[in-house]
């Protein structure tokens, strides 16, 4: 694919995050109005000053008066955006690029997601009307192909495979325990893990990301304005997009043990990066780590370790807070729960927070790289949105 | 001449245990086993099933005229029978029309196909109901036959019949209860032993048949007492021994079909059906009855099946409602969606890839000519087992299935317990009903375990519990099973899902 990127033309200079959890006091306004609010507060400016806002929700509003309502503005551009669980990420794109083509000086992203109305567990498509012919399965059925399809095409056990999980959802909640903005804040052992109650598949109910309310937002500008707002803003390097054509559900060679789309979106981001070795050149990554098996294919994706390794590296320790590239050093998914369009923004808010040496010490990644990568996807194996950014904290 | 071109019948996996009746209701069940539709199946699936086995075993054959029968049909008001026609891709000249209401509709539906003109598929299926430990639970039972008439090329000849017609309370049933009423059954034998009796002598006159050349005399009614006198008077008459439970409509049908399936050529075959009157058909098997064995004989499907708890087949019939899942429900499904989609929705119809050449399932825009795949097997590429989505029986099991030839489905399994499933396993397209949201119902293919065929030299076991296995093709490459799975030994189980 070919993208010119906007490596280094746009920074962030302000974010916000609200915690995430079963708001049953909040409602969305409220999720929004926060969020907002601290993103206004770290870049030092107020609303009138943002130029254009873009808004990612799934399903919480339509159109731009979603936003524009709460936060009472006055005859500002607003777009909501969606698309699927990237919606977030995608309001950051739009947001970015505005910013880039010289339409606006200031521009914000807002995600946000109000999942606990439905009166529902988990999350729930409002689809629209159809021919009844469409899959009904959940999200935790789809992914739940992809642990025994990499088990059996790598030659690893059962009681292998089914650790290399378990390892990675005890990782996640052993950061999200050190993250006050979490919605899980304990830490879970691996027997705990590996005797839950199964959902789908040979996933239990701690291989499965949570669910809740929340709300996260950045402000961009031109990278060389951001230096008058803050003193250390974080320059988008890239942002990448692929929205899959649902194939892969109809490709008798697609085996599940991979996300095409995603590789795609990683490639296409480390070349508007520069870069060449994700491993070893990032300070961290944030995932989607819906399930437990999504994020040990996504370490083979992302190129973060070779195929069919991943599940020795992940248990070997190696995205571990204190291993090699720790992933999810805020507790991912697994410890936020998932409010589909602020997942997005919520991954890009570690970054923001590490890289810029805010990150409490407790959860503080050890290595002093610059680099920082979010990869945030929605829809199923063979059938899926997948976007990657690339953050760093030099201007060029 | 006009005859029978060809006959199927569908019998669903579901058995239940008769004894298994009482312990919970108090009375009522008894000895042997009833079929049970599954939580996914109604008159119309059931009839699409049927229909298309009878089909296939004539491929040249386009119906005229599709005649539905059934005392349970999915919908009033809107024909039935449309949905049939759609899954059997029968041309859009061909009426689809529906005989309901009455047990008696469905004889008169082959009535009607025997005294016209043209290809006439006549296809019968009803699922009988009835309040815990009543008689007619017990009685009962579902399924589905198909009974193609035409003018040529026939495997049994209608040498003429009778009907008899008196209006009588034997049994009734307000629309819309799940259980009919019966008035004192020593009135309604007395009706239908004369009635019978008129039809019987009038069919044979009518016919030109000598009674002590009748070979087989198929007997059936919902007045079990009066099909069993009305036989007793008869020298060679069949009752029912099929041990599924009267299958209202269908039975008739259903049990033509089975006597058909063994007959010989030559030998002469009475239908009596015992519904508000008496009617009679009498056939001829011809010589060309013995190239045309069914590959699934009504016999083979009545002994095979998996047992279903009474719990299940209570809350299945609606009679016991259980909690549903805590998922939203499905939402109804659009009908100008529904319409543009027929031939995938209905026909399993998918489209030529203009790349790959395979299929594309479903079609995309740039699909080519029409890849019918119903009818088409597959393998299981991979699969899971979701407990947490909505499904009226759950858990869903779900497939990855690639189809002989190419394409590949994601698709729903049904007729299956999760621990049956393996990877490789071979599959089959059957069709069922998703969910019923807004009174509608929502029609769709799933897969099934490709269900045993009987060899064609085969003669049919006695026992009730022999069954084939099913076996996977040769070629096809099964990847090491995961642990647990356990290749099922035979159809006779416990527990469907």
Known sequence: MSSNGIRDRVAIIGMGCTKFGEHWDLGADDLMVAAANDAFASAGIDKAAVDAYWLGTAQTGMSGITLARPLELQAKPVTRVENYCASGSEALRQAAYAVAAGAYDVAMAVGVEKVKDSGYQG??????????????????????????AYARKYGVSDGEIRDAMAHIAAKNHFNGARNERAQFRREVSVETICSAPAVAGTLGLYDCAGVADGAAAAIVVRAEDALRYVKDPLYIKALSFVAGNGNGLADPSYDYTTFPEVVQAATDAYAQAGITEPRSQLAMAEVHDCFTPTEL????????????????????????????????????????????????????????????????PERRVANDRRLALTQNLGGYPGEMVAFVSIVGTDST | MRGIVGASGYIPRGRLDLATIAPVSGSGGGKGVRSVASYDEDTTTMAVEAGRLALRSVPDIRPDTLWFSTVTPAYVDKTNAT????????????????????????????????????????????????????????AGGDGAAAVIVGD?????????????????LDRWRTPGDVRSKVWEERFGETKYTALGQRAWQEALKTAGVEPDTVDRVVITGLHGRAARAAGGRLKRPIVDDLGIGNTGAAHPLLLLTAALETAAPGETIALVVLADGADVALFRATDAIAARRSPRPVAAQAQSGADVPYGKFLSWRGVLPTEPPRRPEPARLSASAAGRSEQWKFGFVAARDPGSGDPQLP??????????????????????????????????????????????????????????????????????????????????????????????????????????????????????????TVVPEARKETDVQ
Do not use: C
Request: charged residues 25%; hydrophobic residues 45%; without cysteine.
């Open chain 1, 297 to 360: 294919v996504l370490m083979e994706d992302l190129g973060f370790s070779d195929r069919g390794i991943a599940w020795k590296e992940v248990l070997a320790g190696a995205f571990d807070l204190d291993g090699d590239l720790p992933v999810n050093p805020d507790g991912g998914l697994k410890s936020f729960g998932h409010p589909v369009g602020a997942s997005g923004l919520r991954m890009l808010f570690e970054p923001w927070l590490q890289l810029r040496g805010e990150a409490p």
């Open chain 2, 152 to 168: 040529t090329g026939l495997i049994a000849e209608f040498l003429g019949g009778a009907s008899m017609t008196a209006e009588f």
């Open chain 1, 123 to 148: 999350l729930n498509a409002n689809n629209p009307p159809n021919d009844g012919t469409g899959r009904t399965l959940t999200a935790a059925a789809m992914f739940s192909m992809v642990a025994p």
């Open chain 2, 363 to 484: 079609p995309r825009p740039s699909g080519g000519e029409p890849v019918p795949m119903a009818d088409v097997a597959g393998t299981i590429a991979t699969f899971t087992v979701d407990r947490l989505a909505y499904s009226p029986s759950p858990p869903i099991v779900f497939a990855i299935v690639d189809f002989d030839g190419g394409g590949r489905l994601p698709v729903e399994l049904t007729d299956v317990r999760p621990d049956e499933v393996r990877i490789g396993g071979r599959v089959e397209m059957t069709f069922r009903k998703l969910s019923t949201a807004d009174g509608i119902h929502n029609y769709f293919w799933k897969a099934r375990p490709v269900v045993p065929e009987a060899r064609k030299e085969t003669v049919v076991p006695e026992a009730r519990k022999e069954t084939v296995v099913p076996e996977a093709r040769k070629e096809t490459v099964v990847p090491e099973a995961r642990k647990e």
């Open chain 2, 83 to 138: 949905a049939i026609h759609a899954a059997l891709r029968l041309d859009a000249g061909a009426a689809a029309i529906d005989l309901g209401g009455a047990q008696r509709s469905a004889i008169g539906a082959l009535s009607i196909a025997l005294r016209s003109t043209g290809v006439q598929l006549v296809v019968a299926a009803d699922l009988r109901t009835g309040l815990p430990g009543s008689s007619d639970e017990a």
